[in-house]
């Protein structure tokens, strides 16, 4: 590793962040996989995305600026624009989610191949 | 100290590969459409930590460009995908 010199008040917050948010992803991952519907599904990733990666960005803010030897707040970017749109990726996700679901259940007694075709043909026409 | 610092590093990118390799199974064995979507939305964010993973290790700057630019896109691409399942189309006229 090239940095040998990082100094002790990077290197203990620097460590549990990376540990706290690797955890978080790992559990994030691990609900994503195994947890059984979709909207069940919605919960883990959003951890992830927002405290995890938010643990790593701070860490990873720590240990540039400690390398460089001035504040460097470029991650801060990233950070503002995970927090920013993951909402917005998940308000659209669950709303699709919904819709598909409900008009998969309405188109229930045709078969499923003619049910696609006119559940993206309804869904064109609905807007 | 320094070893615990690497080995903390070392934990959080095996953490992000792992969370890959679940979002990857999801990718494939995800029932309906909007799952495999969660799923590459999962697997991006994981991608781009990874990424500053690579940079916190090695002390460049390069890496958080491809970040950025990993977030971008993969914000783009979900929004389009989950916009084609809502609507039908992406871009309406």
């Given at each position: 590793m090239s940095d040998a010199d990082l100094p002790l008040w990077?290197?203990?917050?620097?460590?549990?962040?990376?540990?706290?948010g690797g955890l978080l992803t790992l559990v994030a991952g691990i609900g994503l996989l195994r947890l059984p519907q979709f909207f069940m599904r919605m919960h883990p990733p959003t951890m992830g995305t927002t405290l995890g990666a938010g643990c790593v960005l701070i860490a990873s803010m720590l240990t540039s600026s400690a390398m460089l030897g001035r504040?460097?707040?470029?991650?801060l970017l990233i950070t503002l624009f995970v927090v920013?749109?993951?909402?917005?990726?998940?308000?659209?996700?669950?709303?699709?989610?919904?819709?598909?679901?409900?008009?998969?259940?309405?188109?229930?007694?045709n078969d499923d191949a003619a049910g696609d075709r006119a559940d993206e043909q309804s869904g064109t026409d609905r807007s | 100290m320094n070893a615990v610092f690497d080995w903390a590093a070392w934990f959080a990118s095996l953490?992000?590969?792992?969370?890959?390799?679940?979002?990857?199974?999801?990718?494939?064995i995800g029932p309906n459409a909007q799952d495999r979507i969660l799923a590459l939305d999962t697997f991006y964010i994981n991608a781009m930590l990874t990424l500053l993973m690579l940079g916190i290790r090695s002390d460049s700057t390069v890496y958080f460009d491809m970040a950025l630019l990993i977030a971008l896109f993969g914000f783009v691409s979900t929004i389009a995908l989950a916009k084609f399942l809502l609507r039908g189309e992406v871009i309406e006229p």
């Open positions: 990077v290197t203990i917050p620097g460590t549990f962040l990376l540990v706290t504040p460097v707040i470029h991650e920013v749109t993951a909402p917005v990726t998940s308000m659209l996700l669950m709303r699709a989610g919904v819709y598909r679901s409900g008009a998969r259940a309405r188109l229930a007694p | 953490c992000f590969v792992i969370a890959m390799v679940c979002a990857t199974a999801r990718l494939f």
